[in-house]
């Protein structure tokens, strides 16, 4: 089955520096990357998705890459601001009606 | 974005009662739900896949019989902790895949409960 690894668990950034969060996955059939981003004691919400039939997603400050021959994706946020401090979690689907598997998470923290 | 809603968003109950949490995509229909266990500090636990009007599928190691799930409609997933023990505290999470092309998963905001 999917494997999804995630780097580094935890991570801090000055305010308006940039944060990367990298994550691997193992089974080459997955085609949909979603990040979420989970404020203490609220569900995950949806930042940024990515298919893999593309290499790049920007949304205002947040980006994502997927290098699918690699199997690795990544999160970039610019201009970091403390309310960008939470745990992020990414994960990786074979589409849709099929499990989702998550990473272990990213404690981002970003210092004023 | 699509919106779930969780409910209660937390409970306190005492032992042996049993406690129903709800959840429901306000927004779009939902084909398959999952639920979640978090622990503090810890990622998601899925505990099993709930699909509309067929019995739920649950993970290994989670017991169907305190854990029941019920799928009843394409907006309302329920999840009954029977019999609860303090063990059974714990943060629970539900998720609903939009049921159109893209296949996107929404959260919805956790239910806390605390077993006394």
């Known amino acids: 089955g999917e494997n999804v690894e995630q780097h580094p668990s935890t991570l801090s950034v000055q305010e308006g520096d940039s944060a990367v969060i990298k994550c691997t996955y193992s089974?080459?059939?997955?085609?949909?990357f979603p990040w979420y981003k989970q404020e203490l004691g609220k569900g995950p919400q949806l930042i940024i998705d990515i298919r893999s039939n593309v290499g790049e997603k920007k949304d205002q400050r947040i980006a994502v890459t997927l290098n699918k021959t690699a199997k690795h994706f990544s999160l970039h946020i610019t201009e970091t601001q403390p309310e960008d401090s939470a745990v992020y979690f990414c994960a990786a689907t074979r589409g849709y009606g099929q499990n989702f598997v998550f990473g272990p998470g990213t404690r981002l923290s970003v210092l004023p | 974005g699509a919106v779930v809603s969780q409910h209660p968003s937390w409970v306190i109950c005492k032992s042996g009662t049993s406690v129903k949490i709800e959840c429901r995509s306000l927004d779009f229909q939902a084909t398959t739900m999952f639920w979640y266990r978090q622990f503090p500090k810890q990622s998601l636990m899925l505990m099993a896949t709930s699909n509309e009007g067929s019995k739920a599928t649950y993970e290994q190691g989670v017991e169907k019989d305190k854990f029941l799930i019920n799928h009843a409609s394409l907006t309302l997933s329920t999840l009954t902790v029977t019999s609860a023990h303090p063990e059974d505290s714990s943060f629970y999470i539900c998720?609903?895949?939009?049921?159109?092309?893209?296949?996107?998963?929404?959260f919805g905001e956790g239910s806390r409960l605390t077993v006394l």
């Open positions: 998720s609903a895949v939009r049921s159109a092309n893209t296949g996107e998963l929404f």
């Open positions: 089974d080459s059939a997955s085609n949909y």
